[in-house]
Structure formats: structure tokens, C-alpha cells
């Protein structure tokens, strides 16, 4: 949503406007009156954003730069930590002091968080640094309709966010020498057409070249009921490949449904069995499995959409529809296990994790290699940077939920931040994500780039 203050003075303008919403309907535009005690909340959420004509504008109004928001807090101190200096001039020049420096990396994570909206679906977060976590943030409801908060225990449908732990899970066959990345498709899956040139590590990279099945509109018309296996490979298995394998990258959810197809014909076990046996159980993450839309989840986060200003239930994806690709649920704190149990070496070999850096480009045009090529994705992970700071990163979506998680693995910063409301009806999961690591790495990191943060 943009920021467009406008002042209002004549009646008849009011009048104008009642009419255009009458005349147009709501979808139009948005009008609302803000009372004066809202604009230093406007002022530093826009400034968060990076949206420096909102910033102006509200300057421009008589909005002091100089007050902070809260726990001292000011627009200035954010428009440090995430390195727009054009924000810093701007807010400067209307009174703001230079020689202030932000406070601490808590008070500012925390600040965030009390400027989400008061009401509506929720959002957790947690910040840790070499394991140990610096920030928590619970905001908004589970459950809209009986009002229940978001807590640390609120298990929230993951999506994407899944793909990592398949990805470790068939890593972890390898290191017990039960399948080979290497392998071909065909010599687990043999029921696949042509899978003696696909090999597990192109579908592990997304360079396998198959056609995604959840955006084919024969699914997309039934994906809140469920389907078979056998049918969920019908959709792609007999239609042509995209590219020659290896050739590229294409983001396809069904070669990580095919990875967790493999799971379990290697083990002889459901995939969740596998990832329990492996990880869940050995990490103590008592809110983390698959998804199972009969089954009850205490606590669990209900998704929700917001359409014309509206909160309504998101639509039910039947997620065992999902599988390797987007089927789990879990908590921050249980990502936080997760992560900090994957990158110090408890889960998998050192060997096994130098397969995570080792990305294909996820450009049009392939580059000579990395680090000029990136991004680029790893076996499970986007290997990316940050203002300078190298980063692995994964988001994940389903109707009513965004994921999004990211470690810096130089400083040993892990962020996750789960919401259950899609798209978003406040500041983006992502935003947060990324403006809760400057607040901890500012100091590091290099200035924004495009107006970016």
C-alpha cells in the first residue's frame, strides 16, 4: 500500500471523495484519515520501507524527524541500519540529528515489531548470533476467529522453507552410501520417462529441467483436494522438458517432490518417518512435520488473505499435495534448531555441506562461475549476498502463508520469520527478515544498493 497524505480541508472535497468510492467501488483506491498520533508510526514504517517520497511527504507535513517512535528509537537510526543514505540527508535536512547513533540491535528489532498493525493475522520472528538467540518477536493472531495470539509454540505452514530438509535428507543418504547425487532419476524412479539423463544433483539445483506441476492449472483447480502420487507425476513426467539437463535453472517444485518420492523409496519409510528419525527427534523439534490438513495441530497457525481490506480464510492446498517440496509446518524456534544444527556440522559432514555452496546461476545467462554468478541455488539453498554480506536464503508461500529464513554463515546470523497471511497485509516477512539482520550487521555491510535494503 502506498502513503499518499493529502490535506483536506473544503467539504466538498470530502464530498469528492465518498462519490469516486461510490462510484468506482473500494478496489479503487484506499482513504483514510490518519490522526496526528499515527504519523511518527507513518514516518518510521516508511522509513523502513525505503519509501523516500512517503518519507517527504510526511516531512513535508511537519512530521518531526527528531522524535523517536519508541524505546528512543528514531526514522534515522533505521534509515542507518539499512544503508539509504539519501534517507539520512532527507531526514537530516528537517531537523534529525547526524551525530545520533543507533541504540542496540534488541531495541530496534524490537521497535519493528511494535510497528506492525495491532490487529489482524500474526507473525514470529527470532534472530540468533553463533546460536544464540537475540531477538523474539510474536505479533498479530493464530486463530482471527477465536483470538488467539501467535506464541513461540504457533506452528505455521512452512511451504517452500521444506525444501532444505529435503535436501538434507538426501544428502544424508549419500554420506550412508545409499544413493549417489550422481544417480540417475531412473535408477530410483524407474517408472520415469527419460529419467536416465536426469540425475538426483539437477533436481536437487532446480537445473533438471522439468515442468513445475503446481503452476499448471488442472492442479491449481484442485489443490485443495488430494491427489496421488501417481497422479501428481502424470501432470509433468510425460510432458517435454523445459532444457537440457544441466543446461540451466528453472524453480520447479516438482523435482523436489520427485526428491521425496525418492526418500521413501530408499528407505522403505514415509518421508516424514525419515526426517523424524533423522533430524526432528535427534533436534529436540517437537513442532516441526508434515503437514495433514485432517489431522489435529494444536496451536497451529490458520492462513488467512486480506482482499479490499477484508480478512478472510485463505484458501486449504491439501499439502500432502506438496510433499518434499512444501509439505512441513514448524516454528521459529525449531528453524533455529534446525539452522544452527546444520551449519556447525551436527547433521551432516563438512563435505556434504560444501554441496550447498556449490549453485547453479540463477540468471537467463549462465556466467563463466561464482561469485559473479549470483545468485545462484545450491542443494536446497539460495547462495546469495546481502549489502555486501555472502548469505543463504529460502522463502517459501502456500495460499495464506509466507516463509522466509536466511543465515549469514561469516558473522553466524540466522533469521526466520513466518507470518500466516498471504499476500502480506503489513510490512513483508521479507522486509522484516532483512531489516532484523541489518539492525544486528548494519555496521558490516556495504551501503544499499538502488534504493534497496
Not at 540468533?128 to 493472531?141: C, K, M, R, T, V
Not at 540451466?248 to 526418500?263: A, E, F, P
Not at 547462495?383 to 543465515?407: C, K, Q
Amino acid at each position: 500500500m502506498r502513503l499518499l497524505p493529502l490535506r483536506i480541508h473544503a467539504p466538498w472535497a470530502r464530498a469528492l471523495i465518498v462519490a469516486l468510492l461510490f462510484l468506482y467501488g473500494s478496489g479503487a483506491f484506499g482513504c483514510r484519515i490518519l490522526a496526528e498520533t499515527d504519523y511518527p508510526r507513518q514516518l518510521f514504517r516508511r522509513t523502513v520501507e525505503g519509501d523516500a517520497k512517503a518519507v517527504d511527504v510526511l516531512l513535508d507535513y511537519g512530521v518531526d524527524p527528531a522524535r523517536p517512535y519508541a524505546e528512543g528509537v528514531t526514522p534515522l537510526h533505521m534509515a542507518r541500519v539499512t544503508g539509504r543514505t539519501d534517507l539520512q540527508v532527507l531526514l537530516e535536512s528537517h531537523g534529525a540529528d547526524p551525530g545520533d547513533t543507533p541504540p542496540r540491535p534488541e531495541a530496534m528489532a524490537k521497535v519493528l515489531f511494535a510497528a506492525l498493525s495491532a490487529d489482524g493475522p500474526g507473525m514470529a520472528a527470532l534472530v540468533a548470533l553463533d546460536g544464540a538467540i537475540q531477538f523474539e518477536g510474536y505479533h498479530g493472531l493464530a486463530n482471527a476467529q477465536h483470538e488467539v495470539p501467535v506464541t513461540a509454540d504457533t506452528p505455521f505452514r512452512i511451504a517452500s522453507l521444506t525444501k532444505p530438509f529435503t535436501a538434507a535428507a538426501i544428502l544424508a543418504l549419500a554420506e550412508e552410501e545409499r544413493l549417489d547425487l550422481d544417480d540417475p532419476l531412473s535408477k530410483h524412479l524407474p517408472y520415469y520417462p527419460g529419467g536416465d539423463a536426469i540425475t538426483l544433483r539437477h533436481l536437487l539445483t532446480h537445473s533438471a529441467g522439468i515442468p513445475n506441476y503446481t503452476a499448471k492449472p488442472e492442479f491449481l483447480e484442485r489443490a485443495s483436494l488430494p491427489w496421488t502420487p501417481e497422479e501428481i507425476a502424470a501432470l509433468f513426467k510425460d510432458e517435454p522438458l523445459e532444457f537440457e539437463p544441466g543446461e540451466r535453472y528453472s524453480y520447479s517444485n516438482s523435482g523436489y517432490y520427485l526428491l521425496g518420492q525418492i526418500v521413501e523409496e530408499v528407505t522403505g519409510k514415509p518421508f516424514e518417518a525419515y526426517l523424524s528419525k533423522r533430524f526432528f527427534e535427534p533436534l529436540g523439534m517437537r513442532h516441526t512435520g508434515m503437514h495433514d490438513p485432517r489431522a489435529i495441530l494444536p496451536n497451529g497457525a490458520q492462513g488467512y488473505t486480506v482482499e479490499t481490506g477484508v480478512l478472510k480464510n485463505a484458501q486449504e492446498w491439501h499439502t500432502p499435495n506438496a510433499g518434499g517440496a512444501g509439505g512441513m509446518y514448524s516454528t521459529v524456534r525449531d528453524l533455529h534448531r534446525w539452522t544452527q544444527a546444520l551449519f556447525h556440522g551436527d547433521l551432516l559432514t563438512r563435505e556434504s555441506l560444501e554441496g550447498v555452496f556449490e549453485g547453479v546461476f540463477m540468471g537467463d545467462v549462465p556466467p563463466e562461475g561464482l561469485p559473479e554468478g549470483l545468485p545462484a541455488y545450491g542443494h536446497g539453498w539460495v547462495i546469495t549476498e546481502h549489502r555486501g554480506l555472502p548469505m543463504l536464503n529460502h522463502m517459501g508461500g502456500l495460499p495464506g502463508f509466507t516463509s522466509i529464513m536466511a543465515h549469514y554463515p561469516k558473522q553466524g546470523l540466522t533469521v526466520v520469520v513466518l507470518s500466516n497471511c498471504a499476500p502480506p497485509h503489513d510490512l513483508s516477512p521479507e522486509r522484516v527478515l532483512l531489516t532484523l539482520a541489518q539492525c544486528f550487521l548494519w555496521e558490516a555491510m556495504e551501503e544499499a544498493q538502488d534504493g534497496g535494503g
